[in-house]
């Protein structure tokens, strides 16, 4: 038995269904064509912790070309596993960059970019590989580049964050004005000056849903400042 036969075993069409609603799977929807085996993330995560250490890369490739949205996931959580507890980290990255196709809905995104993306710069101050996903033009990667950040932020560092979102402010996928936002409301849980820094030089052009975000945790005044285009 693997992870990917375990996960098979488990499939729950009831829940499928569910799943397929709530990530959008819809054809002209963000996930379209993607395919639900209806596993809650606590069971896949506790698989990805069973078989991480026996789970070879050519095995962790197979399972994030998988059709079923659980199979990529656990690939991914036992990536993050691997990052953290062995010495192949650069080869853990280069195999999360060349998928990027494949993490392609925003819960593989964010359970996993800041814990390998965001830690690898945080590990060699290198962050050619947050900008070229940045530069990517696929929104996934996009999306990425910014929720990588959430670890970084959360060191204390804040440049390439905000020039990430000043990039973005004009993306047309709400998913990233929704990444924008979130990350910008974490980083003025570190430092509010970071956060207000931002808005009072681009509030006014911000998008709605990514400026709704970034205020979420202010007072009721600065709200209503901030959403007084």
């Known amino acids: 038995m693997n992870a990917k036969e375990e996960l098979l075993e488990l499939k729950n069409e009831q829940q499928a269904k569910h799943l397929m609603r709530f990530f959008k799977t819809d054809k002209g929807q963000y996930g379209e064509w993607d395919k639900f085996l209806g596993i809650r993330v606590p069971k896949t995560r506790e698989i990805a912790k069973k078989y991480y250490k026996s789970t070879s890369f050519d095995e962790l490739q197979d399972m994030l070309n998988n059709e079923y949205h659980e199979i990529r996931l ?44 965001g830690q690898h710069f945080l590990d060699t101050k290198d962050d050619s590989v947050i900008r070229n996903l940045a530069d990517s033009g696929h929104l996934w990667s996009e999306r990425i580049a910014v929720v990588s950040q959430w670890s970084i932020l959360r060191a204390g560092e804040f440049s390439l964050l905000t020039e990430l979102c000043e990039k973005f402010l004009s993306h047309k996928h709400d998913l990233m004005h929704k990444a924008v936002g979130w990350m910008l409301r974490e980083a003025g849980k570190q430092d509010e000056k970071v956060l207000f820094s931002f808005l009072d030089k681009h509030y006014k052009k ?10 979420e945790k202010l007072t009721p005044e600065q709200k209503k400042f901030y959403m007084a285009k």
Do not use: F, H
């Open 74 to 117: 656990c690939a991914l959580l036992m990536m993050v596993l691997l990052y953290e507890k062995t010495d192949n980290r650069y080869e853990i990255v280069q195999l999360y960059v060349r998928n990027a196709k494949n993490i392609n809905n925003w819960d593989l995104v964010d359970l996993t970019a800041p814990k390998i993306i």
């Open 206 to 215: 911000m998008p709605r849903t990514a400026l709704r975000y970034s205020i």
